[in-house]
C-alpha cells in the first residue's frame, strides 16, 4: 500500500512539472482528485476491502496524501497562471511612443478667440456688450462723432460708401452714438465688430475687426482711463506690461491719446517686436469730446467720459506672432488648425 | 513732413541733440517717423591741400600731394581735370565711405570704403572726391555736379571734416502729423512747437519790405467767397530771373524741392516755410490787368504748367484774367501765364481756398500738387496773410525786384488775430484727473503763445491766430497743457467715481459663442471672410438673374470688382476657402463661418438693410460624405435640444440626389448638400466638397431653452434591435417618426447600420436596422411587454408601409 502512494506521490512530482497550461494541470488533477475516477479517490474505495484496525492508519496515510496532493496541484496551477499571465502581458505589449488616437477637434478663429477674451476682461469690470450694424449712415459714422464734412477721413480714398447716405463703417464709433442716444449715464459698454477701410496692402485689410469701449459717468478723466488699460494690458499681456499715454488725435476724443503698451516680450529692453523702443502701439483712446455727448443729448458739465479703440487683428498677431493679416481672411487649414486648445 | 534740422534753426535756437529733440517732439504728439542724416553715407572726408600734381605721362591721372592738415600728408592719384597745385578738395582718407558712383563719375551705385591701392603701380592713399561722390548736386552745393573734383572754399582748413562744410551734418527731421494741426505743416509752425518744447524763444521770418516799385492799375473781384475767404493780390515790378542764391536753393532742396528760377523758388519756399501755397503770374499775360475768382464754366478749359488739359465743371474754382482762366485754384497754374526767363513783372497770389473745394478738384481731376495737398490739411489766414509778406521780402533780399504799394486784399471775413478764451483751471484738471500746478500751466501756454494769465479758478488766454483747432472749450486746453507738461503726471486710477455697472454679454451673444463652440467640438474650425465677394462669384454658383441672392448691394468705390458686392450669401467664401486649401495641398477640412448676409428691400438702398446673421459650412475632403458634413447639424441639436428635419431638394449649385432642404419646425432654415459635379469640374475640384448654409437669425430663438431636468426613472429602460427591409424609396426619417408615434414609450430611434444584399435582401431592397430605446413611465414593463410593443411596430410599419422585419 505504502509503495502505491509512494508510487502517486512519484507520479504527481514527476508530470506536474510538465504541465504548461492550467487547463492541462487540471485534467492531470482530476486523474487524482476526481471524485469518481481519481487515483487518490479510488485508494480511498479500496479501504471498505481493509480491515477495521487497518483502516484508520490506512485512513490517515491516505488523507495526508490527498490534502499533500491538493496543495501541490494550488501550487502548481498558481505558478501556471502567473506564467499565462505574464505571457498575455507580453503579447499585449504596445508601443506607449505611439501617437494618440484623437477625436477630431476644431478651433475658434483667433479673431473670436481674442475677441472673447476682451469681452471676458471687460465684462468683469462691469461692460456690457453692444454690437452695431456694418452698413452705417453718414450721420453716425462720422457727423455725430464730431468728424466735419470736408475732414480727410471722410474722403472717398478711406471710406468704402453704398450711397452718398449709406457706408460700411470705418470704425465702431459709431455704436458710441447709438448707445449714447438710447441709454443715459453711467455707461460702460464695448463694442466689437467688423470695419471697414479702402486700404489693401501687407499690413492692411480692407475689413478688419475693432473693439471700442466707452465710459460716461460723472467724474471721469484722464486717469481712470489709463486705469483701466493698465489693467487691459497686465491681462492681454502679462504681469508686468504697463502702459503710455501719448498725444494724438481723433475728432471724437479731446485730450486724444495713442496709448503703447510695454513690449512683453522683451520687458521694455528694446527688441525686434518693438523695434527696439521697448514699446509697442496698440489702440488709440481720449477722453469723449464734448461735442459726441453734447450730439447724444448728455450735457458735458456734468458727466465726462472716456472711449478707447483697438484692431482685434494687431492684438491677435502680436499675441500670437502671426505676420501677414491676409493669413485671418482665408480660412486656409494650416493656419486654422494652429489655434486648437 | 520734412523740416531740416539746418532750417527750423534758423528760427529757435537749438541746443539739445538730435535725439532729445526727437524725444521731446514724440511726447509732444509729434511723432519723428526718421531722421535723416544728410550726410550719413559719407564718413572720414576731409579738406585737402594739394601741394603738388605730376601728371604721369600717357595717362589722363597726376600724382597729388594732398596736405590734410593734423591727419598727415598723402599721396593721392587723381584723374580729375580741375586739380591744381593751391586748390582744395575733399581727400577721401583709407578707411573713408563714399558714393560709389558708375563708370560714368555721375550715377550713384551705393557706398563705398576707401583703401589704399594702387592706380597704374602708382601707390594712391586714399581720393580726391567730386560733388556726386559726396552725395551732393548743385542745389545742396553749388558746383557740386561740375564733372571733375568738387572745389572748398579757399578759407577751409586742411584736415578738418568737410561734412559741416558741405551741409553734410545736417538732419531732416520726417514727422507724422495728425491732422487737427495743419499749422505744423510748415517750418514755421514746426520751428513754434520746437521752441515750445524747449522753452525757447521763437524767431519770426522777417517780414519786412519797403515799396519801392512803381504801381498799376489793377483789381481783384472774388465771385465765390465761400470758396476763397481770403485772396491777397501783390505787383512786384522790374523783375530779374535769375537763379537762386544757394542757401535757398539748398533748404528747397532738402524737403525735396527742385531749384527753378527766383521768383518761382520764392513762392515754394513760402509753400514750405509758411505752409501758405503761393502763385506768381507774369503780367504780360494777364489780360485786362485784373484777376476774378469764381466758379468755372461747364465745360470750360484750361492747361495747366504740367501741359495737362482739363475739362472743368462749377464744382472747380478758377482764377481768371480779364478773359481766361489762368490758373486751377490751388491747384496748379495754367500754361498761359507761367513765369518765363523774360518775366519782368509779377502778381502774386496768396489766397485761402476751401480745403474740401480743393481737394474733390484735385481728385476729380487726378492732379494732385504739393499746392493742392497742403490745402486739403488745411490753410490758416494767418499764414495767408503773412505769406505774401515773406515773399516780398524775400524778393527784396534777392534782389530780383521792386515790391511796389500795389497790394489788395479781398477777404470774406475780419483779419486773424488772438481769440480771447477763459476756462476754468478746476475743470480742466478734473478732466485731466490731476491737479496741474499754476506755475506750469503758465509756463506752458505761454510757450505755446497763448499769453496765458492765472486769477483764482479762471484761466485767461489768447489762442493764436494760427491755432485753428482750438475750439474754445476746456478739453482744447486741457489737451494743450497735458501734451506739454507731459502724459507721465497722470497716476492710473480705477474708475473711483464711477457707479458700479452689471456687466456681461447678452443671451444672444453667449448662445453665439455656444453654437461655435458646438461646432468646434465636431471638428469643425471658425474661419472669417470679407463681407464683400464677386458679381462672379454668383455665376459659379450658376444662379440664375432672377435669384434674390443677385440682388445684392454694390459698393460704389470697391478696391476692385472682386469686392464689389456685399455677401447675399456667405457660400461663395466657403466655396473659395475650400478652393485656395485644395490648390495648396491642404487635402481636407471642415470649416465654419457666421457672418451677415445683406438683404435689400430695395436697391439702391434708402434705409438700413437687414444684416442677417447667417452660419455657413464647408466640408472637403476624402473621406466625407454627405453625413459626416451633417454632423454640424448633429452638434447645434445635441447643443441646444433641437430636431432638424431634412427634405431632398435641389439648388443649382448643389447635386441634385445629395441636397437638403433642412427645416427646424415647419420653418425652412436652410440647405446643405454636395458641390454639383458641374461646379467641381469647373473649379477643378476632385475631392468630395458638401457645403451649408443655415439662416442664424430663425436658429437663433431656439437657442435660448433653458435645460430641464428629468427625474431619474426608478424602472429599468429596454432596448430592442430592429432589423427592417423595405423599398429603397422609403426614407429613414419617415420610420424614425412611425416608429416613434407608434408606441408612446419609444425614446429614441437610432439608425445604426444600412444593408444591401440582392439574395438576402432583394433587388431593389434595403435593410435598416435600428436600436429602438423604450423607457417605462409609472411601472416596470412587465416580462414580453416590450416585446409586444415591438410587435405593434412591425405590424404598424407592415400595414402601412409595406416594412418587413428581417
Known amino acids: ?341 | 513732413m520734412l523740416a531740416p534740422l539746418s532750417w527750423l534753426r534758423e528760427y529757435v535756437d537749438i541746443d539739445v541733440s538730435v535725439r532729445e529733440l526727437e524725444e521731446k517732439l514724440f511726447g509732444a504728439g509729434f511723432e519723428v517717423e526718421e531722421v535723416i542724416e544728410v550726410g550719413k553715407d559719407v564718413s572720414g572726408v576731409v579738406v585737402g591741400l594739394v601741394k603738388s600734381v605730376t601728371p604721369v605721362p600717357d595717362t589722363h591721372i597726376s600724382v597729388c600731394t594732398v596736405d590734410c592738415g593734423d591727419k598727415g600728408t598723402f599721396q593721392i592719384c587723381c584723374g580729375a581735370d580741375n586739380v591744381r597745385p593751391g586748390g582744395k578738395y575733399p581727400a577721401a582718407l583709407v578707411g573713408a565711405t563714399v558714393i560709389k558712383t558708375a563708370r560714368d563719375h555721375i550715377t550713384p551705385e551705393g557706398v563705398m570704403t576707401i583703401s589704399k591701392g594702387k592706380i597704374r603701380g602708382i601707390e594712391s592713399e586714399g581720393m580726391l572726391c567730386s560733388g556726386v561722390e559726396l552725395g551732393l548736386n548743385d542745389d545742396l552745393c553749388p558746383g557740386a555736379e561740375y564733372f571733375g573734383l568738387l572745389v572748398l572754399p579757399e578759407d577751409a582748413v586742411p584736415g578738418e571734416d568737410v561734412k559741416p562744410l558741405l551741409g553734410l551734418d545736417d538732419f531732416i527731421f520726417d514727422i507724422a502729423l495728425t491732422a487737427n494741426r495743419p499749422d505744423c505743416q510748415s517750418i514755421v509752425g514746426m520751428a513754434r512747437e520746437v521752441a515750445a518744447v524747449l522753452k525757447k524763444p521763437f524767431k519770426m521770418p522777417d517780414l519786412s519790405y519797403a515799396e519801392t516799385g512803381k504801381t498799376i492799375d489793377f483789381d481783384v473781384t472774388v465771385d465765390a467767397p465761400d470758396l476763397c475767404p481770403r485772396y491777397i493780390a501783390h505787383y512786384v515790378s522790374d523783375v530779374t530771373i535769375a537763379p537762386s542764391p544757394a542757401w535757398m536753393r539748398r533748404y528747397l532742396a532738402l524737403v525735396g524741392v527742385r531749384s527753378i528760377s527766383n521768383i518761382v523758388d520764392i513762392t515754394n519756399f513760402v509753400l514750405k516755410e509758411f505752409g501758405q501755397p503761393m502763385h506768381a503770374f507774369d503780367l504780360d499775360f494777364l489780360e485786362g490787368n485784373k484777376i476774378r475768382v469764381r466758379r468755372a464754366e461747364p465745360g470750360e478749359k484750361i492747361i495747366t504748367l504740367d501741359e495737362k488739359e482739363f475739362a472743368l465743371t462749377p464744382d472747380n474754382l478758377v482764377i481768371c484774367d480779364g478773359k481766361k482762366p489762368v490758373a486751377l485754384a490751388g491747384v496748379m497754374g495754367g500754361l498761359n501765364s507761367e513765369i518765363r526767363d523774360t518775366t519782368t513783372e509779377v502778381v502774386f497770389e496768396c489766397a485761402k481756398f476751401a480745403r474740401d473745394n480743393i481737394r474733390r478738384t484735385a481728385r476729380a481731376l487726378g492732379q494732385p500738387t504739393d499746392s493742392s495737398q497742403r490745402y486739403e490739411k488745411g490753410v490758416d489766414e494767418y499764414a495767408t496773410v503773412n505769406g505774401v509778406k515773406r515773399a516780398l521780402h524775400l524778393v527784396e533780399q534777392l534782389g530780383c525786384g521792386k515790391v511796389s504799394s500795389l497790394h489788395i486784399e479781398r477777404a470774406a471775413g475780419p483779419d486773424p488775430a488772438p481769440r480771447p478764451l477763459t476756462v476754468s483751471i478746476s475743470k480742466m484738471n478734473a478732466l485731466l484727473g490731476i491737479t496741474v500746478p499754476s506755475d506750469e500751466i503758465l509756463r506752458h501756454l505761454a510757450a505755446l503763445d497763448f499769453a496765458p494769465e492765472i486769477e483764482g479758478d479762471t484761466l485767461r488766454l489768447s489762442v493764436p491766430p494760427w491755432r485753428e483747432d482750438i475750439d474754445d472749450h476746456v478739453s482744447d486746453i486741457a489737451e494743450e497743457v497735458i501734451r506739454s507738461y507731459g502724459y507721465e503726471h497722470i497716476t492710473p486710477r480705477f474708475l473711483e467715481t464711477a457707479r458700479v455697472t452689471a456687466g456681461g454679454r447678452a443671451d444672444e451673444q453667449t448662445a453665439l459663442l455656444r453654437l461655435k463652440n458646438a461646432l468646434v467640438s465636431q471638428g469643425f474650425f471658425e474661419t472669417v471672410f470679407y463681407s464683400f465677394f464677386s458679381p462672379a462669384d454668383l455665376d459659379t454658383l450658376r444662379l440664375p438673374d432672377d435669384a434674390p441672392e443677385r440682388k445684392a448691394i454694390r459698393i460704389k468705390n470697391p478696391i476692385s470688382e472682386d469686392l464689389s458686392l456685399m455677401r447675399t450669401t456667405l457660400l461663395p467664401s466657403m466655396l473659395n476657402a475650400i478652393v485656395r486649401n485644395l490648390r495648396r495641398g491642404n487635402p481636407a477640412g471642415r470649416l465654419f463661418e457666421i457672418g451677415a448676409r445683406f438683404l435689400a428691400d430695395e436697391l439702391p438702398i434708402t434705409d438700413y438693410p437687414e444684416e442677417r446673421k447667417t452660419l455657413s459650412f464647408g466640408v472637403f475632403g476624402e473621406g466625407e460624405t454627405f453625413f459626416t458634413a451633417k454632423s454640424a447639424l448633429a452638434a447645434i441639436e445635441e447643443a441646444f435640444g433641437l430636431n432638424f428635419r431634412c427634405e431632398a431638394d435641389t439648388l443649382p449649385f448643389l447635386h441634385p440626389g445629395m441636397t437638403a432642404a433642412i427645416f427646424l419646425g415647419e420653418e425652412k432654415i436652410g440647405v446643405m448638400g454636395a458641390l454639383a459635379h458641374d461646379v467641381a469640374a469647373d473649379l477643378s475640384i476632385d475631392k468630395p466638397v458638401f457645403l451649408g448654409q443655415i439662416d442664424y437669425k430663425a436658429l437663433e430663438s431656439h437657442l435660448f431653452g433653458t435645460m430641464k431636468y428629468r427625474p431619474l426613472s426608478r424602472f429599468a429602460d429596454e432596448r430592442r434591435d430592429l432589423a427592417l427591409v423595405m423599398d429603397e424609396s422609403v426614407r429613414c426619417a419617415d420610420i424614425e417618426d412611425a416608429v416613434r408615434s407608434s408606441c408612446k414609450y419609444v425614446r429614441s430611434v437610432d439608425l445604426f447600420d444600412v444593408y444591401r444584399d440582392e439574395k438576402r435582401v432583394g433587388a431593389g431592397k434595403k435593410s435598416l436596422a435600428f436600436s429602438v430605446l423604450f423607457s417605462p413611465e409609472d411601472q416596470e414593463f412587465a416580462p414580453g411587454e416590450v416585446d409586444k410593443y415591438v410587435d405593434k411596430i412591425v405590424r404598424k410599419l407592415e400595414y402601412t408601409m409595406g416594412i418587413t422585419r428581417r
Open chain 1, 1 to 341: 500500500m505504502n509503495e502505491k502512494i509512494a508510487q502517486i506521490r512519484a507520479e504527481i512530482e514527476q508530470k506536474i512539472t510538465t504541465m504548461k497550461s492550467s487547463s492541462a494541470l487540471y485534467e492531470f488533477r482530476k486523474t487524482f482528485l476526481d471524485n469518481r475516477e481519481g487515483k487518490i479517490t479510488g485508494l480511498m474505495k479500496g479501504m471498505k476491502d481493509l480491515s477495521p484496525e487497518e483502516r484508520p492508519a490506512f485512513g490517515k496515510v491516505v488523507n495526508e496524501l490527498k490534502s499533500w496532493a491538493i496543495s501541490r496541484f494550488e501550487a502548481a496551477d498558481a505558478a501556471v497562471r502567473e506564467a499565462e499571465l505574464a505571457k498575455k502581458n507580453e503579447s499585449e505589449r504596445i508601443d506607449v511612443t505611439m501617437p494618440a488616437e484623437k477625436r477630431p477637434v476644431g478651433a475658434l478663429h483667433p479673431i473670436t478667440i481674442v475677441t472673447q477674451e476682451l469681452i471676458d476682461i471687460f465684462a468683469g469690470m462691469g461692460f456690457d456688450v453692444y454690437e452695431g450694424s456694418q452698413i452705417e449712415n453718414d450721420y453716425y459714422n462720422f457727423t455725430a462723432l464730431n468728424t466735419p464734412k470736408d475732414h480727410p477721413a471722410r474722403d472717398m480714398q478711406d471710406t468704402f460708401y453704398l450711397t452718398d447716405e449709406f457706408l460700411l463703417r470705418t470704425q465702431t464709433s459709431a455704436g458710441q452714438i447709438h448707445v449714447m442716444e438710447n441709454r443715459r449715464p453711467p455707461i460702460k459698454i464695448l463694442s466689437p465688430g467688423s470695419v471697414f477701410r479702402s486700404d489693401d496692402d501687407a499690413t492692411h485689410s480692407p475689413m478688419f475687426t475693432q473693439m471700442e469701449g466707452l465710459v460716461v459717468d460723472k467724474g471721469i478723466s484722464v486717469c481712470d482711463l489709463q486705469g483701466m488699460l493698465d489693467t487691459f494690458a497686465r491681462r492681454v499681456f502679462g504681469e508686468g506690461v504697463g502702459t503710455r499715454l501719448r498725444p494724438s488725435y481723433f475728432p471724437f476724443t479731446e485730450p486724444s491719446v495713442e496709448v503703447d503698451v510695454s513690449c512683453f516680450a522683451c520687458g521694455g529692453k528694446g527688441c525686434k517686436l518693438c523695434k527696439g523702443t521697448g514699446w509697442i502701439e496698440v489702440l488709440g483712446a481720449g477722453m469723449v469730446n464734448r461735442h459726441v455727448l453734447e450730439n447724444c443729448g448728455i450735457d458735458p458739465d456734468v458727466y465726462t467720459g472716456f472711449a478707447f479703440g483697438m484692431g482685434v487683428e494687431r492684438i491677435a498677431m502680436l499675441k500670437y506672432g502671426i505676420n501677414n493679416i491676409k493669413a485671418l481672411f482665408e480660412g486656409d487649414m494650416r493656419f486654422e488648425k494652429q489655434f486648437v486648445r
